[in-house]
C-alpha cells in the first residue's frame, strides 16, 4: 500500500461523476484569484464560483510573487482573465513567523535555506498593499486592469475589502 493510496481510490470515485469534460480552460468568468494554500479556504465555494469560471493561484501567504505575475501574464493572455483578486486570510500561518524564523527551523533539521525567500508576511495589509501595487504597476499587465484585494476571515466565512 502506498502512501497516496486513498487519494488514488478518491479520484476513482470522483472520475465516475465526473461532469466537467466540456470546460475549454479559459476563466469562464474572467476571474483570477490569488490566495493562500491554506486548506480551510474553498476558493470557488466562498466567491460563489463554479469549476471553470476562475483561475485560482495558491501559494503560501497569497503572496504575488514573481512565479504568480509570470502566471497572471499567462491568464491574462491566453486564458480569458481580465480581473484579478488578490485574497490573503486571517490567522495565517506566514503572519506567525519571518523569514529567519523559518531558516533558523530548517537549519535545525540540517538543511540551509537561506537562498530561498519564503515571502513571509509581518504586516497583513502592508503586504497585501505591496502585492497589489505589484500588479497594478506591472509592465506586463493591461493597465487599468479591475485588481482588488480582500482579506478573508477564516472563521466567518465574509470577505473584507481592501481600501486601498
Same mark, same amino acid.
Given at each position: 500500500m502506498s502512501a497516496f493510496d486513498d487519494l488514488y481510490d478518491a479520484n476513482t470515485r470522483f472520475a465516475k461523476k465526473f461532469g466537467s469534460s466540456g470546460l475549454t480552460g479559459r476563466a469562464g468568468r474572467g476571474l483570477a484569484v490569488v490566495t493562500c494554500m491554506d486548506s480551510r479556504i474553498d476558493p470557488l465555494g466562498l466567491l460563489g464560483l463554479k469549476p471553470g469560471d476562475a483561475k485560482i493561484l495558491r501559494n503560501a501567504g497569497a503572496r504575488v510573487t514573481d512565479d504568480v505575475?509570470?502566471? #497572471? *501574464?499567462?491568464?491574462?493572455? #491566453?486564458?480569458?482573465? %481580465?480581473?484579478?483578486?488578490?485574497? !490573503?486570510?486571517?490567522?495565517?500561518?506566514?503572519?506567525?513567523?519571518?523569514?529567519?524564523? *523559518?531558516?533558523?527551523?530548517?537549519? %535545525? /533539521?540540517? *538543511? $540551509?535555506? /537561506?537562498?530561498? %525567500?519564503?515571502?513571509? *508576511?509581518? $504586516?497583513?495589509? %502592508?503586504?497585501?498593499?505591496?502585492?497589489?501595487?505589484?500588479? /497594478?504597476?506591472? !509592465?506586463?499587465? !493591461?493597465?487599468?486592469? !479591475?485588481?482588488?484585494?480582500?482579506?478573508?476571515?477564516?472563521?466567518?466565512?465574509?470577505?473584507?475589502?481592501?481600501?486601498?
Amino acid at each position: 500500500m502506498s502512501a497516496f493510496d486513498d487519494l488514488y481510490d478518491a479520484n476513482t470515485r470522483f472520475a465516475k461523476k465526473f461532469g466537467s469534460s466540456g470546460l475549454t480552460g479559459r476563466a469562464g468568468r474572467g476571474l483570477a484569484v490569488v490566495t493562500c494554500m491554506d486548506s480551510r479556504i474553498d476558493p470557488l465555494g466562498l466567491l460563489g464560483l463554479k469549476p471553470g469560471d476562475a483561475k485560482i493561484l495558491r501559494n503560501a501567504g497569497a503572496r504575488v510573487t514573481d512565479d504568480v505575475l509570470r502566471t #497572471l *501574464v499567462l491568464a491574462v493572455y #491566453l486564458l480569458g482573465v %481580465e480581473r484579478v483578486l488578490v485574497m !490573503p486570510h486571517t490567522d495565517c500561518g506566514m503572519a506567525k513567523v519571518t523569514d529567519p524564523d *523559518v531558516h533558523a527551523l530548517t537549519q %535545525e /533539521r540540517g *538543511v $540551509d535555506t /537561506r537562498s530561498l %525567500e519564503f515571502h513571509t *508576511v509581518p $504586516d497583513q495589509n %502592508e503586504a497585501l498593499r505591496h502585492d497589489l501595487t505589484r500588479i /497594478r504597476t506591472s !509592465p506586463f499587465l !493591461p493597465e487599468g486592469m !479591475p485588481i482588488a484585494g480582500a482579506i478573508y476571515d477564516v472563521r466567518t466565512g465574509l470577505l473584507t475589502p481592501a481600501a486601498f
